[in-house]
């Protein structure tokens, strides 16, 4: 049987990325099955759950999922269980996507874009391993309320064990281990009481990996030192919240979030959900100049990690690489005049060096 890929293009420019994302995987593997089913907004239109039965039964049988991104500026004001975004909800919790795996990359020839000094970002390869499924998004009570005195007061709750910690630890330490081997743990350990548990696993896991380095950081000052010397990390491991925050910094750093895929990986053995990290981008949404490269790259991901195809995620890569590398730009990144290609014409750019 034919590996299945889920395929939940979104809204916004979800489909407009999503569907290049799918013909990049189906030029390098014809033999995949890629079935499109609709999530998010585009299901509530039609009356249905953020999250359809039929789109959840494809995620059961499937060997990975492709996604694009859920949420649209109409339903911000409604409840959580009403909003696009629920879908994704869903999906991390039900599948316990607990790993979400951030790559951080400056191709070269890309620098002007950044939003700092080419300088300080060329070359740069960093990894953001952000827990995904507990901290104080998952946590309760979890409300809005009235107070005893009538006063309107909200609460969320920060809250780990130890072997949720544990095991984010270990998928930090592991990559750590095939890159420069440095792990830096970001947390807030002066002031949350979830950080001092964070910091107590995360060394007592580091021992298990004695090949590499670890260093704490508070995540005011990792804040600071991402925009200051970059290329300083390797591994940054951290909590839901932080991690939330930090990569979206990270990702300007390569001049546009467009450019950014990630892979969340949970318990069951090779499934996975590989998304861009951006979300749906109304402002550009149906004109068709949406980079796709975060969900281009995000396929290669899905190659390497749930279908054990690195010769193929690595063509894909590569071929990012070239098209950059060849002076091609999606109208985000580019500066000073230089010619903008719309979605269309990227792809096929890297269709080409496929
Ligand atoms: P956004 O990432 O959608 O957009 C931020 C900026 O980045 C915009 O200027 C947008 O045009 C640009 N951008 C993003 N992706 C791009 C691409 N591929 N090519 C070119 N430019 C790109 O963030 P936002 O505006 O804060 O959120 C919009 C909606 O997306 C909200 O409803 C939010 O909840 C949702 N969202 C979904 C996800 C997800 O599905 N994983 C993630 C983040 C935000």
Redesign the pocket.
Known sequence: MPPTIAVLP?????P??TRAAVRVLRAVRPDLDCVETRV?AAALRAGEPALPDAARALCDRSDAVL???????E??AKPMAE???Y??FLLRRDYELYANVRPVRVFAGLESASSLLPELVRGLDLVVIRELTGGIYYGRPKEQRTGPDGVEEAVDTMFYRAPEIERIARVAFELARKRRKHVTSVDKQNILETSRLWRRVVERVALEYPGVTLAHMLVDNAAMQLVRRPRDFDVILTENMFGDILS?EAAILTG????LP?ASLGTRAHFGLY???????????GKG???????ILSAAMLLRHSLDDDANASRIEAAVERVFASGAR????ARGGEPALD?LAFLQRVLAQL
């Open positions: 979104g809204d916004g420019i979800g407009e990325v998010g996604f694009g991104s859920v949420g649209l500026p339903y911000e909003r696009p975004e879908a994704l979206d546009s979030v467009g450019n990630s998304e861009p990290i951006g979300g749906t981008a109304p402002d550009i949404a100049i949406a980079n796709p490269t975060a969900a999606t109208a985000e990144l979605t």
